[in-house]
């Protein structure tokens, strides 16, 4: 491709992009969104400034999908906007964030076109290595965005949520059996993990039923210690986050009523693990309901967990465990293990990763924690190792 043809190509890819939505008027928007020092600042001056030439400097893009499904149909909601402007009056990350706006997904004729529309923008912008952070609207909008990943060898999927929304009898298709339509759909689904979930809701019989490999974490666990979470964030290319996995009283402005859930606080760290994550591609934040958040709790939270994201993006480190000088090595034997068990201790971030080697010799890293390491010292083999091995296996047969 000549250097005249790719310009040509790169005008009309980014202006057929942005006709899929309505962008945002930030005059319209409060003084405090976009004031000395505020985060909306920031993302009007990128958002403002973007012209074919920079494109390619996009490091994060925010997208709003004020849609909700439900069983007549779809609405339109108005959270996307209501988040937007509390997100925007938060502190600048007194980073040189590339943070651009693209406004809202327009609305389609069917559920089946969001849908569409939402995978074609979200394999745009993977193409051009640009991280999405999505702000629904309903967790279905989930379906469109796994949809851009098909062609992904080992797609991992986490989500963040109280309950396993799949579907249970006959019931019409909507945010709470979502995961039935990408179990059947996304035939690469290579992991799927549950994080906060509550087992009074959920039962073991359908964890285990679940596509992939499972990394699961009831919220009694994951609050037991938060850092078990993270390689499981960090292995994932998306992260679906229901507001509904938070405390009630926390936020209350949603579909589900439950006393039990997430603290404000820790599910803010878990959107900093997500946007620390280099493997990580989409960030959704779905359910919250500006209507019935009367209080304003629950948008002001949003914003806040859409904001610790950005913060953990600001200190991603690009771990090219591949190169020598990143990383330090352990080789660990095992007994009943053929070969030693590799891993791989990141230099700079002291984060963990194991190494499985594939039947044709290829080796795929996988995010571990130094549990794993700690296990395999002890001549126990670390469970993770074993799934990852056996569901290998079987995709090579």
């Given amino acids: 491709m ?5 310009f040509i190509f790169v005008q009309i890819l980014i202006m057929d992009i942005r006709h899929y939505f309505n962008p945002v008027n930030f005059l319209k928007l409060p003084e405090l969104c976009t004031s000395k020092y505020s985060l909306g600042r920031v993302i009007k001056n990128f958002t403002s400034k973007l012209t074919i030439s920079n494109i390619k400097n996009i490091e994060v893009v925010i997208i ?4 909700k499904s439900g069983n007549k149909g779809k609405d339109l909601v108005e959270s996307p906007d209501i988040i937007r402007e509390e997100l925007y009056q938060l502190t600048d990350l007194n980073d040189k964030l590339n943070i651009v706006d693209f406004g809202n997904l327009k609305e389609a004729k069917s559920q089946k076109g969001t849908y569409l529309a939402l995978r074609d923008v979200i394999e745009y912008f993977n193409e051009l290595n640009i991280t999405t952070i999505v702000i629904g609207g309903s967790q279905d909008l989930t379906v469109g965005i796994c949809d851009a990943f ?7 999927l986490a989500v963040i949520d109280a309950l396993l929304d799949v579907k249970k009898g006959k019931e019409t298709f909507g945010q709470s059996n979502f995961l039935t339509r990408i179990f059947k759909t996304n035939l690469n689904l290579f992991q799927f993990s549950l994080l906060a979930y509550q087992s009074h809701f959920v039962a073991s019989e359908q964890i285990s039923k679940t596509k992939g490999i499972g990394e699961h974490l009831r919220l009694g666990l994951l609050r037991d210690d938060l850092t078990e979470a993270e390689p499981i964030i960090r292995n994932a290319h998306v992260l679906s ?7 009630y009283i926390e936020a209350p402005g949603r579909s589900i009523v439950t006393p039990n859930g997430l603290r404000g606080e820790e599910a803010c760290q878990l959107a900093k693990y997500a946007g620390s994550s280099s493997r990580l591609k989409v960030f959704g934040l779905f359910e919250a309901d500006a209507q019935k958040d009367k209080s304003g709790l629950t948008v002001k939270l949003s914003a806040q967990i859409i904001w610790y994201f950005l913060n953990g993006y600001t200190t991603r480190q690009i771990e090219k465990i591949e190169s020598v000088e ?3 090595i352990y080789k660990v034997e095992v007994k009943d293990v053929d070969k030693p068990l590799v891993f791989y201790k990141h230099s700079r971030s002291n984060r963990w990763w194991l190494e499985i080697e594939l039947l044709s010799g290829e080796k795929v890293n996988v995010a571990c924690s130094e549990r794993e390491y700690r296990l395999a010292s002890n001549n126990d083999i670390p469970e993770l190792w074993l799934k990852y091995v056996q569901k290998i296996d079987s995709l090579s047969k």
């Fill in 64 to 67: 709003g999908v004020p849609i």
């Fill in 150 to 156: 098909k062609n992904e060898r080992f797609f991992t």
């Fill in 2 to 6: 000549n250097s005249t043809f790719a």
């Fill in 241 to 247: 986050f229901d507001i509904g996995a938070i405390k």
């Fill in 326 to 328: 990143n990383k330090i």
